[in-house]
């Protein structure tokens, strides 16, 4: 079949991982964090590995796709 | 303590919706031929299959009911996983995919009349297909009922969504739709749930920080104390553990039930379709991390604004609702209330409700935005499971209802629109089971109960028709249907400790024996289904005429060609992949033993 999965997965996590480094940036230092994550900004670090893992496979659709 | 999702929450929300559609709409134009729908035209690579696999069983009732279970029983959950689970899906993807995929039956009842003959189909197809609608209903109702207490969201909306978006890309993408939607579903669930299980294990000072602060080594060891029933808490010795949750329970559900084996069967070849649940094994081997620890350390945490000095202000605003939500309650599980919003007590003690233990984490220790991303993860188990359901329904409709009783001479395109419309009426009777259930909650129970006396004996009926060539069509449908009274008679004659009479047994009259806990009751009653069942199905066997051998070709071990496996390498062969899972599997029980 023509679609691959893991194009839209890697697209749907991108985005999550960049709504999740802009609202983590726009709110660092936020009460928000001691409250709940334990003081530590996990919107920005859980937003960079979810971006990293859309990106992977992106390339993954990519490098098939190149097969 | 009822967050306020904001914005950022709802983007993420919507974001995942309007993907989950969008697949559903690429599909579309594959979707030609009523294989391609019911079977995603057997093209499925084995990674994507595995991972369907395992997501289409990762329903709410394992995210929400395996935290719960963690929270009240401990490590010991892991039973579920590493003795039950995994073991079960080696067995199926080694020895019985070769019948199931080789024999080319395009549903797990169709097997059965392959194998059997026509009432066998009939009386599974038939009580797969009710059980498969109101098991749906039970979970959308779940669903909305958690919604609404967690968020405040309206019971009615928050269902009716969920089911017209399942509704949409199962309609339209028939099992491709599903399955692809199902990959996704299972990595947004690891990817929601990792940073939940980092934060609270990192606030409890790791698993020795846990052990130490949950003070209950039964909890915290998963066979030290299943010498006696009595030593740990969830009331089972090992015999049952092994007999009755292992090999009925596990097995009778992994290997028979084509909910999950559907998604094997539209894998791409043999080995795909072989090595489908082995690749699902891997991350269901990790799974108790994911969803049991979450529930252990709910129960001995605390809230962050009563310990956190750093937010005094909250603390003094929060105060009020804060006491006198947790009044009674353990670590942040919040005890439960009655329909008059008083606590349920037993005994003089409120009776917890554990199935908050995951959510309340998820409220606990995310913070907005990544709270919209594991509301996300606990939708997306809800709308796997329900899709699982609704297309594993309308295969059997329609191929071994509707094709084999109803209208036997149609054309392919029109099953194709029959598929299409029974995921309507399918998802339409779920979701009145939903709000019938909202109103009647025992209906339910006793629904459940039923299903689960037609289920326990599947798997000796599955196991001797595989393996003996021998088994007949005779006996395997008077051995199904005696495994299911045989089910219903201990489960009446028996009592877990402290319940009454009525749902939870005892109610042929007499009380022959009182169990430790339902579970307990329940693996037994398992037990006794298998015994009865297998006893059954080989004296009728024995009595009855043998089929020939040749129409057996394909369908019983004896008489089929073993699979070829020559010009694989290593890592494409089922059985290698296999052992590597046995030998960590054993090596996971030693480290929480």
């Known amino acids: 079949m023509g679609f691959d999965i893991r194009m839209p997965i890697g697209m749907l996590f991108t985005l999550f991982g960049i709504l999740l480094i802009g609202y983590g940036a726009a709110t660092r230092g936020s009460a928000i964090y001691v409250e709940h994550s334990l003081g530590l900004n996990m919107n920005l670090w859980w937003g960079v590995v979810l971006v990293a893992f859309g990106l992977v496979m992106l390339a993954l659709t990519r490098l098939r796709r190149k097969q | 303590m009822r967050p306020e999702p904001h914005l950022i929450d709802y983007a993420i929300i919507l974001l995942y919706f309007a993907f989950v559609l969008g697949i559903g709409f690429v599909l579309k134009k594959y979707m030609k031929t009523s294989t391609d729908f019911f079977l995603s035209g057997r093209s499925i690579p084995a990674w994507i299959a595995g991972l369907a696999f395992l997501s289409a069983n990762l329903g709410a009732q394992e995210v929400i009911g395996m935290g719960a279970s963690g929270a009240k029983y401990g490590i010991s959950t892991s039973h579920f996983y590493w003795i039950g689970a995994v073991p079960a899906m080696l067995f199926v993807g080694i020895f019985m995919m070769p019948f199931y995929y080789g024999s080319r039956a395009r549903s797990v009842p169709e097997y059965l009349k392959l194998r059997f003959d026509e009432k066998t189909r009939g009386f599974n197809a038939i009580s797969f297909a009710v059980m498969t609608v109101f098991s749906s209903g039970v979970s959308m109702y779940a669903m909305g009922k958690l ?29 491709t739709s599903a399955i692809y939607n199902e990959v996704l579903q299972f990595f947004l669930i690891v990817m929601g ?11 409890v000072g790791g698993w020795e920080g846990l052990k130490v602060r949950i003070a209950n080594d039964a909890m915290v060891h998963s066979w030290k104390y299943m010498g006696h029933a009595s030593d740990n808490p ?17 097995f009778g559900y992994w290997c028979t039930d084509f909910l999950v084996v559907q998604r094997a069967m539209a894998a791409d070849s043999m080995t795909a379709a072989r090595r489908t649940p082995v690749i699902a094994a891997f991350p269901k081997m990790v799974f ?6 979450p529930g252990m350390i709910a129960g001995v945490v605390t809230s962050s604004r009563m310990h956190d000095a750093s937010a005094k202000e909250s603390v003094v605003a929060g105060t009020a609702a804060q006491s006198s939500f947790f009044t009674g309650g353990k670590g942040i599980i919040p005890p439960k209330y009655d329909e008059e919003g008083k606590p349920v007590l037993v005994g003089g003690k409120p009776v917890l409700d554990y199935d908050l233990a995951t959510p309340m984490m998820l409220v606990r220790y995310f913070p907005s935005g990544l709270l919209g991303l594991g509301l996300c993860a606990l939708i997306a188990s809800f709308m796997s499971g329900m899709a699982g359901n609704t297309t594993a329904f309308n295969t059997v409709w ?50 459940q109960l039923v299903f689960a006396f037609v289920n326990a004996p599947l798997f000796a009926t599955f196991m001797l028709g595989m393996f003996w060539k021998r088994t007949t069509g005779h006996g395997a449908f008077w051995g199904l249907l005696g495994g299911t009274v045989a089910a219903a008679t201990h489960y009446g004659l028996t009592l877990p400790a402290g319940a009454v009479m009525g749902v939870k047994g005892g109610y042929l009259g007499p009380i022959l024996h009182v169990y430790p806990s339902e579970m307990a009751q329940n693996f037994w009653t398992a037990i006794f289904a298998w015994v009865g069942c297998f006893t059954l199905t080989v004296v009728i066997s024995l009595l009855t005429a043998p089929r ?21 390498k290593w890592y494409q062969k089922p059985a290698t992949l296999a052992l590597i899972v046995l030998v960590l599997l054993v090596g996971l029980n030693l480290v929480f033993w």
């Open chain 2, 147 to 175: 919604l609404q207490l967690l968020l405040g969201w309206n019971f009615t909306a928050a269902i009716l969504i969920s089911a017209l978006i399942v509704l949409a890309y199962t309609f339209l993408g028939g099992l």
């Open chain 2, 193 to 203: 749930f990792i940073p939940l299980v980092y934060l609270g294990l990192r606030d």
């Open chain 2, 234 to 250: 969830m009331g089972v010795e090992w015999f049952g553990m092994l007999m009755g949750l292992a090999f009925v329970l596990s």
């Open chain 2, 288 to 293: 108790p991390f994911l969803v049991i620890l």
């Open chain 2, 398 to 447: 329609t191929y071994d209802i509707y094709q084999s009783y109803i209208n036997k001479t149609a054309s392919d395109q029109h099953y194709l629109w029959m598929g299409r419309a029974s995921t309507i009426f399918g998802l339409a009777i779920s979701l009145m089971a939903a709000f019938v259930a909202k109103e009647f909650n025992n209906i339910l129970d006793v629904l």
């Open chain 2, 548 to 568: 020939p051998e040749q129409e057996l070709k394909g369908l019983v071990y004896s008489l089929t060609a073993k699979p070829e496996e020559s010009g694989l």
